[in-house]
């Protein structure tokens, strides 16, 4: 339909991909060669570029990066498989988590929120920045599952670059120091300096 009202040629295509894509053409993938992407909202969704073109893999749904295992006895994820990056790492991530620990934290503001409506990853994030101690705990365990899936992925791609798009790259700066102590213990030498 879209073809017959515009006379252009239409694809469909994953929404991860495509934000990829956008970053290849007019955003910060544009200046490098290799490098991958994470879209962090209600999974981990994602893509690679490797030498300047998108990798598809056999039939178009490569890089499946948030199927990648994290805890091979872990929590179940609806693909079938336990333990996957997305269920310890994206937004709903956060937001279960930050629920499971209202029980911890019952004089927490995340808790007080949590009474009254559902929790949000915005919320986690804002309280983070005002020395929560559940929203800080959530925040240093997303982070750290955050370091552990993009440490696996750097050792596979050897990128020049990661991009971190979603919602969660809003508040980038709270994660970037967990995430980095991950890289530095589990990147390899050659990779993690780089």
């Not at 709903?92 to 019952?106: G, R, V, W």
């Amino acid at each position: 339909e879209v073809e017959k009202l515009t006379g252009k040629k239409t694809f469909i295509e994953n929404d991860a991909t495509v934000a990829v894509l956008g970053e290849l053409w007019m955003g910060r993938g544009s200046k490098y060669r290799n490098w991958f992407m994470l879209t962090l909202g209600t999974g981990i969704g994602g893509g690679a570029i490797v030498e300047g073109q998108l990798l598809r893999g056999r039939n178009g749904v490569a890089a499946e990066f948030g199927h990648i295992p994290v805890d091979h006895r872990g929590k179940p994820c609806g693909c079938g498989s336990t333990g996957c990056f997305e269920q310890y790492a994206s937004a709903t991530a956060l937001i279960a988590l930050a629920t499971e620990l209202t029980a911890k934290y019952p004089s927490s503001k995340v808790t007080a929120y949590a009474k009254s409506q559902p929790l949000n990853a915005k919320v986690v994030c804002e309280e983070y920045k005002n020395g929560d101690a559940l929203a800080k705990e959530a925040v240093d365990t997303v982070a750290y599952y955050l370091g552990v899936g993009i440490s696996a992925l750097a050792n596979v791609f050897n990128p020049e670059a990661v991009i971190i798009g979603g919602g969660i790259s809003r508040s980038l700066d709270i994660f970037l120091p967990g995430i980095r102590k991950e890289i530095d213990r589990r990147a390899v030498r050659g990779i993690r300096e780089k």
